[in-house]
C-alpha cells in the first residue's frame, strides 16, 4: 500500500461504517461504548498478568517546551510561597504529542452523528458534552494489554509514513508476540514513530491503521486501541487537517498520483469512535514497553489508566501504566 491513498472507495467505508456499527448494542443510553467489552472477570484474570512488578508508564512528558513531538500549547505557571510550592496547569486536550483518552462524542461520522447515534450538534454545548463524555470513563481501564509490534513483525525498526498498517500486519505482530488478541484487550500497537523520530526527525505525516485493521479491532472485540499511531495521515488527510498548506492546482503525491477526495481523512477516528465507540488511547510511548517485551519474551500484561473526571469533557490527559 502507498503513502498516498487507501483501496478503499468512501461507498466502501460508508458500508464498513454501518458494518461495524455498535449503536445500540448496550442500550440507547450507553456511554462507554467498546469498554463495555471489560467484564469484571476480564479485570480479574487481567490482573494476575502483573508477577514480577514491574511498571512502565506509556505517557510523553508534558512540558511548556516546544519540541518536535509536542507543540508549546502547554501553560505552566508557578507559584512559590514560603512553605510550599503551587503551580496552574493548562492544556488543549486533543493536541498532538499529548497522551490522552478520547470520549466516544469527541468524533462525528459523516453524516455528523457521534456514537449511538446521537447528533453531535444535540450533545455539544458550551457548558460541555451531555452525552458520551469522558466523565463516562471514570471508573477507569482495568484489563489485559497486549502490545502489537508492527515493524519487529515484519522485521524493521519502524513505519514509513503514511504507510497502512493492514489486518494481515495485526495478525503477524499477533504471531510474532505468540498471543491472539481476545474481546476486552487493549491493544497497544506501535510503529515505530518516536524511534523513527529520533532518528530521521519528525514528520507531518504518519502511519497507521487502514480501514480493514480498523474493522479487525471490531471483530476481536477490542476495548481500547493505544500506541504511537492515532491515525494515519497521508498527504491528503494532512491537507484536509490543515497540517500543509493545500495545493493551488490539483494535488499529487509524491508519485504524481492525483490525490481523490475523501470524506475518512482519519478513518480510525471517524469510524472507530463514532460508529463504534472504540475508546482511543493517543500518542503513546511505546519504545520502552517494546524493549522490555522484547527481554521478557512476554507480550502480555496488565493495563491500568483512568481519566481526570471532566464532566461534559471530550477527553482527559492521562498515565497509562503496563504492569508485568
Same mark, same amino acid.
Given at each position: 500500500?502507498?503513502?498516498?491513498?487507501?483501496? *478503499?472507495?468512501?461507498? +466502501?467505508? !460508508?458500508?464498513?461504517?454501518?458494518?461495524?456499527?455498535?449503536?445500540?448494542? *448496550?442500550?440507547?443510553?450507553?456511554?462507554?461504548?467498546?469498554?463495555?467489552? %471489560?467484564?469484571?472477570?476480564?479485570?480479574?484474570?487481567?490482573?494476575?498478568?502483573?508477577?514480577?512488578?514491574?511498571?512502565?508508564?506509556?505517557? =510523553?512528558?508534558?512540558?511548556?517546551?516546544?519540541?518536535?513531538?509536542?507543540?508549546?500549547?502547554?501553560?505552566? /505557571?508557578?507559584f512559590p510561597g514560603e512553605m510550599s510550592?503551587?503551580?496552574?496547569?493548562?492544556?488543549?486536550?486533543?493536541?498532538?504529542?499529548?497522551t490522552h483518552l478520547d470520549c466516544v462524542?469527541?468524533?462525528?461520522g459523516p453524516d455528523g452523528k457521534v456514537?449511538?447515534?446521537?447528533?453531535?450538534?444535540?450533545?455539544?454545548?458550551?457548558?460541555?458534552?451531555?452525552?458520551?463524555?469522558?466523565?463516562?470513563?471514570?471508573?477507569? %481501564?482495568?484489563?489485559?494489554?497486549?502490545?502489537? @509490534?508492527?515493524?519487529?513483525?515484519?522485521?524493521?525498526? $519502524?513505519?514509513?509514513?503514511?504507510?497502512?498498517?493492514?489486518?494481515?500486519?495485526? +495478525?503477524?505482530?499477533?504471531?510474532?508476540?505468540?498471543?491472539?488478541? =481476545?474481546?476486552?484487550?487493549?491493544?497497544?500497537? /506501535?510503529?515505530? &514513530?518516536?524511534?523513527? +523520530?529520533?532518528?530521521?526527525?519528525?514528520?507531518?505525516?504518519?502511519?497507521?491503521?487502514?480501514?480493514?485493521?480498523?474493522? $479487525?479491532?471490531? @471483530? /476481536?472485540?477490542?476495548?481500547?486501541?493505544?500506541?504511537?499511531?492515532?491515525?494515519? &495521515?497521508?498527504?491528503?488527510?494532512?491537507?484536509?487537517?490543515?497540517?500543509?498548506?493545500?495545493?493551488?492546482?490539483?494535488?499529487?503525491?509524491?508519485?504524481?498520483?492525483?490525490?481523490?477526495?475523501? =470524506?475518512?481523512?482519519?478513518?480510525?477516528?471517524?469510524?472507530?469512535?463514532?460508529?463504534?465507540?472504540?475508546?482511543?488511547?493517543?500518542?503513546?510511548?511505546?519504545?520502552?514497553?517494546?524493549?522490555?517485551?522484547? +527481554?521478557?519474551?512476554?507480550?502480555?500484561? !496488565?493495563?491500568?489508566?483512568?481519566?481526570?473526571?471532566?464532566?461534559?469533557?471530550?477527553?482527559?490527559?492521562?498515565?497509562?501504566?503496563?504492569?508485568?
Amino acid at each position: 500500500m502507498d503513502s498516498a491513498s487507501s483501496a *478503499w472507495s468512501d461507498d +466502501e467505508l !460508508l458500508a464498513l461504517y454501518a458494518r461495524v456499527s455498535n449503536a445500540g448494542r *448496550w442500550g440507547a443510553a450507553d456511554e462507554l461504548g467498546t469498554l463495555n467489552y %471489560i467484564s469484571p472477570q476480564t479485570s480479574r484474570d487481567a490482573a494476575r498478568l502483573a508477577k514480577t512488578g514491574t511498571v512502565i508508564s506509556l505517557a =510523553r512528558p508534558i512540558t511548556p517546551r516546544s519540541v518536535p513531538s509536542q507543540p508549546a500549547e502547554v501553560e505552566h /505557571r508557578m507559584f512559590p510561597g514560603e512553605m510550599s510550592a503551587d503551580d496552574y496547569l493548562g492544556l488543549p486536550v486533543h493536541q498532538q504529542g499529548l497522551t490522552h483518552l478520547d470520549c466516544v462524542s469527541h468524533v462525528a461520522g459523516p453524516d455528523g452523528k457521534v456514537y449511538n447515534e446521537r447528533q453531535l450538534h444535540d450533545v455539544i454545548t458550551s457548558a460541555g458534552l451531555t452525552h458520551g463524555s469522558i466523565y463516562a470513563q471514570r471508573g477507569g %481501564i482495568v484489563s489485559r494489554g497486549v502490545l502489537l @509490534d508492527i515493524p519487529a513483525s515484519l522485521g524493521l525498526h $519502524w513505519l514509513e509514513p503514511g504507510q497502512e498498517v493492514s489486518a494481515h500486519d495485526l +495478525e503477524a505482530a499477533e504471531r510474532y508476540g505468540d498471543l491472539q488478541v =481476545r474481546t476486552g484487550d487493549v491493544a497497544v500497537v /506501535r510503529g515505530g &514513530v518516536v524511534a523513527r +523520530e529520533a532518528e530521521l526527525g519528525p514528520n507531518v505525516f504518519a502511519p497507521g491503521l487502514g480501514p480493514d485493521g480498523v474493522e $479487525w479491532l471490531h @471483530d /476481536r472485540e477490542v476495548a481500547v486501541y493505544a500506541g504511537d499511531m492515532p491515525d494515519r &495521515v497521508t498527504p491528503l488527510a494532512a491537507q484536509i487537517l490543515g497540517l500543509v498548506a493545500p495545493a493551488d492546482d490539483e494535488s499529487t503525491d509524491d508519485d504524481g498520483h492525483a490525490l481523490q477526495p475523501t =470524506r475518512f481523512p482519519l478513518p480510525l477516528h471517524q469510524i472507530g469512535i463514532a460508529a463504534m465507540g472504540l475508546v482511543l488511547l493517543d500518542f503513546c510511548l511505546v519504545e520502552q514497553l517494546a524493549r522490555t517485551c522484547r +527481554e521478557l519474551r512476554r507480550y502480555e500484561f !496488565l493495563f491500568v489508566a483512568a481519566p481526570l473526571p471532566v464532566q461534559g469533557g471530550t477527553g482527559s490527559p492521562v498515565n497509562p501504566l503496563a504492569i508485568f
